[in-house]
Protein backbone atom coordinates (compact mmCIF):
# COMPACT_ATOMS: atom_id res chain seq x y z
CA UNK A 1 0.00 0.00 0.00
CA UNK A 2 0.91 3.44 -0.08
CA UNK A 3 1.71 5.41 2.90
CA UNK A 4 -0.63 8.39 3.43
CA UNK A 5 1.80 10.75 4.02
CA UNK A 6 4.77 10.37 2.06
CA UNK A 7 2.80 8.55 -0.96
CA UNK A 8 5.82 6.03 -1.17
CA UNK A 9 5.29 2.21 -1.39
CA UNK A 10 5.29 0.44 2.37
CA UNK A 11 4.50 -3.28 3.09
CA UNK A 12 0.94 -4.24 4.29
CA UNK A 13 2.20 -5.35 7.50
CA UNK A 14 4.04 -1.88 8.46
CA UNK A 15 2.94 0.28 10.94
CA UNK A 16 5.30 2.89 10.55
CA UNK A 17 6.83 4.15 7.28
CA UNK A 18 9.87 3.45 6.30
CA UNK A 19 10.08 6.82 4.25
CA UNK A 20 8.81 9.39 6.45
CA UNK A 21 8.76 7.54 9.65
CA UNK A 22 5.24 8.33 10.41
CA UNK A 23 3.31 5.81 12.40
CA UNK A 24 0.78 4.17 10.40
CA UNK A 25 -1.52 2.40 13.16
CA UNK A 26 -4.57 4.43 13.38
CA UNK A 27 -4.50 4.72 9.49
CA UNK A 28 -4.26 1.46 8.34
CA UNK A 29 -7.66 0.37 8.92
CA UNK A 30 -9.00 3.34 7.48
CA UNK A 31 -6.91 2.50 4.13
CA UNK A 32 -7.38 -1.07 4.16
CA UNK A 33 -11.57 -0.09 4.15
CA UNK A 34 -11.05 2.24 1.76
CA UNK A 35 -9.07 -0.48 -0.42
CA UNK A 36 -12.29 -3.08 -0.03
CA UNK A 37 -14.78 -0.33 -0.66
CA UNK A 38 -12.58 0.46 -4.19
CA UNK A 39 -12.83 -3.51 -4.80
CA UNK A 40 -15.99 -3.83 -4.17
CA UNK A 41 -17.12 -0.66 -6.56
CA UNK A 42 -14.83 -2.38 -8.77
CA UNK A 43 -16.92 -5.46 -9.05
CA UNK A 44 -20.00 -3.72 -9.44
CA UNK A 45 -19.10 -1.76 -12.05
CA UNK A 46 -17.55 -4.77 -13.69
CA UNK A 47 -21.35 -6.42 -12.84
CA UNK A 48 -22.99 -2.95 -14.48
CA UNK A 49 -20.93 -3.10 -17.91
CA UNK A 50 -22.49 -6.55 -18.25
CA UNK A 51 -25.65 -5.82 -17.50
CA UNK A 52 -25.31 -3.10 -19.86
CA UNK A 53 -24.38 -5.18 -22.68
CA UNK A 54 -27.17 -7.65 -21.87
CA UNK A 55 -29.74 -4.95 -21.38
CA UNK A 56 -28.39 -3.45 -24.97
CA UNK A 57 -28.28 -7.05 -26.39
CA UNK A 58 -32.37 -7.38 -25.87
CA UNK A 59 -33.13 -3.38 -26.29
CA UNK A 60 -31.39 -3.89 -29.98
CA UNK A 61 -31.28 -7.22 -31.02
CA UNK A 62 -30.84 -6.84 -34.83
CA UNK A 63 -28.52 -3.84 -34.37
CA UNK A 64 -26.28 -6.45 -32.15
CA UNK A 65 -26.88 -9.38 -34.41
CA UNK A 66 -25.26 -7.35 -37.32
CA UNK A 67 -22.62 -5.83 -35.04
CA UNK A 68 -21.38 -9.29 -33.97
CA UNK A 69 -21.87 -10.84 -37.38
CA UNK A 70 -19.52 -8.39 -39.08
CA UNK A 71 -16.75 -8.07 -36.31
CA UNK A 72 -16.96 -11.32 -34.82
CA UNK A 73 -17.63 -13.83 -37.31
CA UNK A 74 -17.52 -12.22 -40.77
CA UNK A 75 -13.68 -10.19 -40.52
CA UNK A 76 -12.15 -13.60 -38.93
CA UNK A 77 -13.76 -15.24 -41.44
CA UNK A 78 -12.59 -12.99 -44.16
CA UNK A 79 -9.28 -13.07 -42.98
CA UNK A 80 -9.28 -16.93 -42.88
CA UNK A 81 -10.26 -17.15 -46.28
CA UNK A 82 -7.59 -14.84 -47.67
CA UNK A 83 -5.02 -16.57 -45.61
CA UNK A 84 -6.71 -20.11 -47.29
CA UNK A 85 -6.21 -18.11 -51.03
CA UNK A 86 -2.81 -17.11 -50.59
CA UNK A 87 -1.46 -20.42 -49.09
CA UNK A 88 -3.26 -22.89 -51.31
CA UNK A 89 -3.92 -20.78 -54.38
CA UNK A 90 -1.91 -17.63 -55.16
CA UNK A 91 1.60 -19.08 -53.64
CA UNK A 92 0.91 -22.82 -53.27
CA UNK A 93 3.04 -22.96 -50.10
CA UNK A 94 3.14 -25.45 -47.05
CA UNK A 95 -0.28 -26.06 -45.47
CA UNK A 96 1.29 -25.51 -42.08
CA UNK A 97 1.23 -21.72 -42.63
CA UNK A 98 -2.66 -22.31 -42.73
CA UNK A 99 -2.81 -23.83 -40.02
CA UNK A 100 -0.69 -21.26 -38.19
CA UNK A 101 -3.16 -18.81 -39.30
CA UNK A 102 -5.93 -20.80 -37.78
CA UNK A 103 -4.69 -20.27 -34.34
CA UNK A 104 -3.34 -17.24 -34.35
CA UNK A 105 -6.38 -15.45 -36.51
CA UNK A 106 -8.96 -15.99 -34.23
CA UNK A 107 -7.59 -14.75 -30.93
CA UNK A 108 -7.31 -10.83 -31.38
CA UNK A 109 -11.39 -11.48 -32.21
CA UNK A 110 -11.99 -13.51 -29.24
CA UNK A 111 -9.96 -10.99 -26.83
CA UNK A 112 -12.32 -8.14 -28.56
CA UNK A 113 -15.84 -9.88 -27.40
CA UNK A 114 -15.09 -9.62 -23.99
CA UNK A 115 -13.58 -6.53 -24.19
CA UNK A 116 -15.66 -4.64 -26.64
CA UNK A 117 -19.26 -6.35 -26.07
CA UNK A 118 -18.33 -8.71 -22.39
CA UNK A 119 -18.86 -11.68 -23.67
CA UNK A 120 -18.76 -14.58 -21.52
CA UNK A 121 -17.10 -18.16 -22.11
CA UNK A 122 -20.62 -19.54 -23.83
CA UNK A 123 -20.90 -16.39 -26.13
CA UNK A 124 -17.44 -16.59 -27.41
CA UNK A 125 -17.63 -20.68 -27.76
CA UNK A 126 -21.09 -19.56 -29.58
CA UNK A 127 -18.90 -17.20 -32.39
CA UNK A 128 -15.84 -19.42 -32.62
CA UNK A 129 -18.19 -22.02 -33.25
CA UNK A 130 -19.66 -20.17 -35.93
CA UNK A 131 -16.55 -18.74 -37.33
CA UNK A 132 -15.06 -21.90 -38.02
CA UNK A 133 -17.92 -23.20 -39.74
CA UNK A 134 -18.37 -20.46 -42.32
CA UNK A 135 -15.00 -19.57 -42.91
CA UNK A 136 -14.18 -24.00 -43.18
CA UNK A 137 -17.45 -24.22 -45.18
CA UNK A 138 -15.74 -21.19 -47.77
CA UNK A 139 -12.68 -22.75 -47.61
CA UNK A 140 -13.79 -26.16 -48.92
CA UNK A 141 -16.10 -24.47 -51.81
CA UNK A 142 -12.77 -22.41 -53.31
CA UNK A 143 -10.89 -25.55 -53.09
CA UNK A 144 -13.42 -27.31 -55.20
CA UNK A 145 -14.01 -24.68 -57.98
CA UNK A 146 -10.85 -24.18 -57.85
CA UNK A 147 -9.18 -27.99 -58.18
CA UNK A 148 -12.61 -29.01 -59.98
CA UNK A 149 -12.65 -31.43 -57.12
CA UNK A 150 -15.67 -32.62 -54.75
CA UNK A 151 -16.66 -29.83 -52.31
CA UNK A 152 -17.19 -32.43 -49.40
CA UNK A 153 -14.47 -34.43 -47.92
CA UNK A 154 -14.42 -37.38 -49.87
CA UNK A 155 -12.99 -39.75 -46.76
CA UNK A 156 -12.91 -40.80 -43.11
CA UNK A 157 -9.16 -38.33 -43.48
CA UNK A 158 -10.80 -35.56 -45.24
CA UNK A 159 -13.42 -35.25 -42.56
CA UNK A 160 -11.01 -35.60 -39.74
CA UNK A 161 -8.83 -32.84 -41.00
CA UNK A 162 -12.17 -30.51 -41.25
CA UNK A 163 -13.13 -31.15 -38.02
CA UNK A 164 -9.41 -30.91 -36.45
CA UNK A 165 -9.20 -27.36 -38.29
CA UNK A 166 -12.77 -26.04 -36.81
CA UNK A 167 -11.57 -26.90 -33.35
CA UNK A 168 -8.63 -25.12 -33.68
CA UNK A 169 -10.15 -21.94 -35.02
CA UNK A 170 -13.15 -22.39 -32.39
CA UNK A 171 -10.82 -22.90 -29.52
CA UNK A 172 -8.63 -19.90 -30.69
CA UNK A 173 -11.38 -17.53 -29.97
CA UNK A 174 -11.78 -18.98 -26.61
CA UNK A 175 -8.43 -18.63 -25.79
CA UNK A 176 -8.84 -14.59 -26.79
CA UNK A 177 -12.19 -14.43 -24.60
CA UNK A 178 -10.17 -15.98 -21.62
CA UNK A 179 -6.89 -13.99 -21.99
CA UNK A 180 -9.33 -10.98 -22.29
CA UNK A 181 -11.30 -11.96 -19.05
CA UNK A 182 -7.94 -12.62 -17.07
CA UNK A 183 -6.34 -9.11 -18.76
CA UNK A 184 -9.19 -6.60 -17.56
CA UNK A 185 -10.99 -8.79 -14.64
CA UNK A 186 -8.93 -11.24 -12.85
CA UNK A 187 -5.71 -9.45 -13.03
CA UNK A 188 -7.24 -6.27 -11.64
CA UNK A 189 -9.15 -7.55 -8.52
CA UNK A 190 -5.81 -9.50 -7.84
CA UNK A 191 -4.04 -6.17 -7.61
CA UNK A 192 -6.99 -4.80 -5.27
CA UNK A 193 -7.56 -7.48 -2.70
CA UNK A 194 -3.32 -8.42 -3.06
CA UNK A 195 -3.68 -6.77 0.81
CA UNK A 196 -5.91 -8.83 2.49
CA UNK A 197 -5.51 -12.71 2.19
CA UNK A 198 -8.49 -14.36 3.28
CA UNK A 199 -9.80 -17.69 5.70
CA UNK A 200 -9.07 -20.25 3.30
CA UNK A 201 -6.00 -18.59 2.03
CA UNK A 202 -4.70 -18.52 5.70
CA UNK A 203 -5.23 -22.33 5.98
CA UNK A 204 -3.58 -22.60 3.15
CA UNK A 205 -0.49 -21.23 3.94
CA UNK A 206 -0.29 -22.99 7.69
CA UNK A 207 -0.57 -26.16 5.83
CA UNK A 208 2.30 -25.49 3.59
CA UNK A 209 4.41 -23.93 6.51
CA UNK A 210 2.89 -24.08 9.77
CA UNK A 211 5.80 -23.05 11.96
CA UNK A 212 6.82 -20.03 9.99
CA UNK A 213 6.26 -16.28 11.38
CA UNK A 214 3.11 -14.37 11.61
CA UNK A 215 4.40 -11.60 8.72
CA UNK A 216 6.11 -14.62 6.82
CA UNK A 217 2.54 -16.68 6.99
CA UNK A 218 0.79 -13.49 5.97
CA UNK A 219 2.77 -12.78 2.88
CA UNK A 220 2.61 -16.68 1.77
CA UNK A 221 -1.40 -16.42 2.33
CA UNK A 222 -1.30 -13.16 0.15
CA UNK A 223 0.50 -15.18 -2.28
CA UNK A 224 -1.94 -18.08 -2.56
CA UNK A 225 -4.45 -16.04 -2.74
CA UNK A 226 -3.29 -14.44 -5.92
CA UNK A 227 -2.13 -17.78 -7.49
CA UNK A 228 -5.59 -19.13 -6.53
CA UNK A 229 -7.66 -16.39 -8.14
CA UNK A 230 -5.64 -16.25 -11.54
CA UNK A 231 -4.96 -20.12 -11.97
CA UNK A 232 -8.33 -20.62 -13.30
CA UNK A 233 -8.32 -18.45 -16.25
CA UNK A 234 -4.21 -19.39 -16.99
CA UNK A 235 -5.08 -22.94 -17.22
CA UNK A 236 -7.94 -22.23 -18.79
CA UNK A 237 -5.95 -20.15 -21.51
CA UNK A 238 -3.09 -22.49 -21.52
CA UNK A 239 -5.57 -25.32 -22.04
CA UNK A 240 -6.99 -24.03 -24.96
CA UNK A 241 -4.30 -22.76 -26.80
CA UNK A 242 -2.76 -25.89 -26.17
CA UNK A 243 -5.43 -27.44 -28.02
CA UNK A 244 -5.93 -25.39 -30.57
CA UNK A 245 -2.60 -25.71 -31.56
CA UNK A 246 -2.46 -29.12 -31.60
CA UNK A 247 -5.28 -29.41 -33.72
CA UNK A 248 -4.19 -26.93 -36.22
CA UNK A 249 -0.82 -28.30 -36.82
CA UNK A 250 -1.49 -32.31 -36.13
CA UNK A 251 -2.07 -33.39 -39.62
CA UNK A 252 0.61 -31.15 -41.38
CA UNK A 253 2.77 -31.99 -38.87
CA UNK A 254 2.04 -35.68 -38.79
CA UNK A 255 2.37 -35.69 -42.55
Same mark, same amino acid.
Given at each position: ? $?????? $????? !???????????? =???????? $??? !???? !?????????????????????????????????????????????????????????????????????? +????????????? &? /???? +???????????????????? +?????????? $??? !??????????????? +??????????????????? &?????? /????????????????????? =??????????????? /?????? &???? /?????????
Amino acid at each position: M $ECPFCA $ETVKH !EAIVCKHCSRDL =RIVRPVLL $EIQ !ELVF !EFDKLQQELDRTGAKLERIKHPFRCFVTYSVLYIFAPVFLLVISHVLVTIVFNIQPIYLRLASVIIPVPF +GFLAYTISRLGLR &G /AFLL +GVLAAAVSVALMLVITGVND +GVPILPASQV $EWR !EVAEYMASICLAFIT +GNILSVLVFQVLPNTLLRG &GRPNPA /AFRLARLLGPHVGEEQLRRRA =RLMQDLLRTVGPLAG /AAATAI &GSIY /AGLKGVVGH
